[in-house]
């Protein structure tokens, strides 16, 4: 199954037919946009949140029948754990990072890049505690 990838194509002011409307045209055709966008947006957080609900039921039932990987002829569905830090403590953690200078624990979350790293060396951060998150992986076949 192939994904379309299109994109606006804005049209040179001259050539653009939107500049034949009046004002008021235009402003109630960008009203509808505005509506319409909204409608989609709203539908779009529907779908997104039937998702979460039904990538819930599949990491319940994956791990039930002990799967970690399965497929339907038509797509595969893999469970993909990683491990990310979870401040349980600021003040600690700031002391750490002020004390070691390894800022590059520090963005505006922490990196789990750098905390799976100080993880694999054995070190642990003072403040941080780790979290594995899961995840579906969907992709057609």
Excluded: C
Aim: net charge neutral; glycine share 4%; proline share 4%.
């Amino acid at each position: 199954m192939s994904k379309s990838n299109t994109a606006a194509v804005i049209i040179p002011f001259d050539e653009n037919p939107m500049f034949t409307l009046s004002i008021n045209d235009l402003i109630r055709k960008r009203a509808a946009i505005k509506d319409e966008t909204e409608k989609l947006n709203s539908r779009l957080k529907d779908l997104k949140t039937d998702q979460d609900n039904i990538d819930l039921a599949l990491l319940k039932k994956m791990d039930a029948e002990g799967l970690s990987r399965t497929a339907n002829g038509d797509y595969s569905v893999s469970i993909n754990e990683d491990t990310v830090p979870e401040v349980i403590d600021w003040d600690a953690l700031y002391d750490h990072v002020i004390s070691t200078r390894d800022f590059s624990l520090i963005q505006r979350r922490i990196s789990s890049t750098a905390y799976k790293e100080l993880l694999k060396l054995g070190e642990g951060v003072p403040g941080l505690s780790p979290r594995t998150i899961r995840k579906i992986n969907f992709r057609s076949l």
